[in-house]
């Protein structure tokens, strides 16, 4: 199963260049794109022997003013470069908006047009910018002095309540058939984004008919967290997976963790994440919120733990260290070690690329009746430790599924008919 | 870097008050710390025993006992025992039985100065990183 790195963070450029051999493609963020073009487009261009695609971000346009705009009550720059790419009056459109109100759809540009700035942005701006920012001096470093071309194009897109009644749905839509209209030379990959509960009803049979004729769909399950993820959630998602692989469309994930790399049987064929962060995202965060604090995988439950609770579940259980090759020099068979890794927390991500490539490499010859009983074993022996640790750790708030229950959600929905 | 103080609004008083009345007594036999970083955490206090150069972390709120419960697990990787610290008037919430199970350590704390009464001791934690307590400690004494 692939795996295509997200690129977020500055800090993340000499381990993507080091541990190359861990992921297969990168993505992009339009917004990081926009606003640190010089040093992403050398960044995108360096790597050349690792297929990249562009996130459009256009669902950024969905939130209220207020998360567009700073703390010093100017428009993020990040944002506002990228909106300027993208329609020369969304800006000013935006800025005419009280706080809490969102540009209407109505108020949206040009679809038309609005597609061909999107996709010159995808197409255009790394070589653009390689091309005049003098950024060839830094190139020559990689042996490389030209850019590639995205693997994909990704038309612009938007998170839908439904299929049915949301304008969001359509107009993604559209936007994806106008771009497969006009697009010849690269293939068109659309997002569908929305939260699982779109896809009642109706919703999977609806997507499928509308999304069939597309090489590639990219899925974003909103705020889908495999940590708290419903039994009736994972099914629809498998569903969804299940039914666009028949009709002959590649999925994959633009976010997700191991939970939705076991939708490898369902035809999952690539998962999307960063380095540490944005296994799950809800489409409502802005942008630029700041890193994800450091925190450690632990494979054994399929998950991360902040240090603090890490230090103390090894130390409850020793046999959940890790044996990687970051890890065992490290830890040297005591937990105390653990430390060592927030005094160096590159070990972190080094450690988490190292598993998720063993992970991703190792899935595809098991089964879901495989993975469900190693979920359910892992939840026997260890359910007791976590839940008596603050619940949930860091990243989810007021999180109802206690402890390792997570992973009895996993079992079933993984094994359950489609 | 500091971190906010919690208010207790039906009795008024404040969490750093609790602490200050905890570390004012503590000090008189322990060498005493407060808000000291482990990790991506802070334990409200941490106290050195000189004699016995036992490591004792606390976590100190005014009645909410089981979120202090839920910090004070974590901790017993940071320390040889682990309190909570809850408000005199709270304390008979308190469920000890929990307490006793996890090995935890109850104190109450008075408004007053010197109102501090260790309820029931705590366990030596079995969990304990020596290496992150030797850290804490070497940051306290020195």
Redesign the interface.
């Known amino acids: 199963m692939k795996l295509h790195l997200r690129f977020g963070m500055h800090r993340d450029v000499q381990l993507m260049h080091e541990e190359k051999d861990k992921y297969d493609g990168f993505v992009i963020p339009a917004h990081i794109l926009a606003h640190q073009a010089a040093s992403t487009s050398v960044f995108v261009t360096s790597l050349y022997d690792r297929p990249y695609i562009i996130d459009p971000m256009t669902f950024i346009l969905q939130n209220p003013k207020s998360a567009h705009v700073s703390d010093a009550g100017t428009i993020r720059p990040s944002v506002e470069k990228l909106f300027s790419d993208y329609h020369p009056k969304l800006i000013e459109k935006i800025l005419t908006l009280s706080d809490d109100q969102t540009l209407s759809p109505k108020n949206y540009p040009d679809l038309g047009e609005f597609c061909q700035n999107c996709y010159n942005f995808q197409t255009k701006k790394v070589s653009t910018e390689v091309g005049e920012t003098g950024a060839a001096k830094y190139l020559k470093r990689y042996k490389k002095t030209q850019s590639i071309m995205p693997r994909l194009v990704v038309p612009p897109y938007f998170c839908f309540a439904n299929t049915s009644t949301d304008p969001f749905y359509a107009i993604s839509l559209e936007c994806a058939q106008i771009f497969q209209t006009k697009v010849k030379n690269i293939p068109v990959a659309p997002v569908v984004l929305c939260a699982p509960a779109a896809l009642k009803s109706n919703g999977v049979a609806k997507i499928t008919e509308d999304y069939a004729g597309f090489p590639t769909v990219l899925l974003w399950m909103d705020g889908f967290a495999q940590g708290q993820a419903q039994v009736a959630d994972i099914v629809l998602v498998r569903k969804l997976i299940h039914e666009l692989t028949s009709k002959g469309v590649k999925v994959e994930t633009l976010y997700g963790g191991y939970l939705m790399a076991t939708m490898c049987f369902d035809g999952l064929q690539a998962l999307s994440h960063g380095v540490l962060y944005t296994q799950h995202k809800s489409h409502t965060l802005s942008p630029g919120s700041g890193g994800a604090?450091?925190?450690y995988y632990i494979p054994g439950i399929w998950e991360f733990r902040?240090?603090?609770?890490t230090?103390?579940i090894l130390?409850?259980h020793p046999d959940l260290m890790c044996n990687c090759a970051v890890c065992a020099p490290v830890l040297a068979g005591n937990?105390?070690?653990?430390?060592?890794f927030?005094d160096n927390p590159e070990l972190l991500r080094r450690h988490f690329l190292t598993i998720r490539r063993g992970e991703l490499d190792k899935i595809e010859s098991s089964s879901a009746k495989n993975e469900a009983a190693r979920f359910l074993s892992a939840n026997r022996k260890y359910h007791e430790a976590f839940s008596?640790?603050?619940?949930p750790d860091?990243m989810v708030s007021n999180a109802p599924i206690q402890g390792l229950d997570y992973l009895k959600n996993w079992a079933d929905g993984i094994t359950a008919t489609v | 870097m500091s971190k906010p103080h919690s208010v207790q609004k039906r009795t008024n008083i404040t969490e750093r008050r609790l602490v200050d009345v905890l570390v004012q007594y503590i000090r008189k036999t322990h060498r005493v710390e407060r808000e000291l970083s482990v990790y991506e955490r802070w334990v409200d206090v941490a106290a050195v025993c000189p004699h016995t150069n036992e490591l004792w972390t606390i976590e100190a709120k005014i009645s909410n006992w089981s979120r202090a419960l839920a910090q004070a697990i974590v901790n017993l990787a940071a320390g040889e025992k682990s309190f909570i610290a809850i408000h005199s008037k709270h304390i008979h919430c308190v469920e000890e039985s929990v307490l006793e199970h996890y090995g935890i350590g109850l104190i109450s704390v008075g408004t007053k100065w010197d109102d501090v009464r260790v309820v029931r001791d705590a366990r030596k934690s079995e969990f304990i990183n020596q290496l992150v307590a030797g850290r804490l400690k070497h940051r306290i004494t020195s």
């Open positions: 604090p450091e925190r902040s240090m603090s609770q230090d103390i130390h409850q937990p105390d070690n653990i430390v060592k927030m008596a640790l603050p619940n860091a």
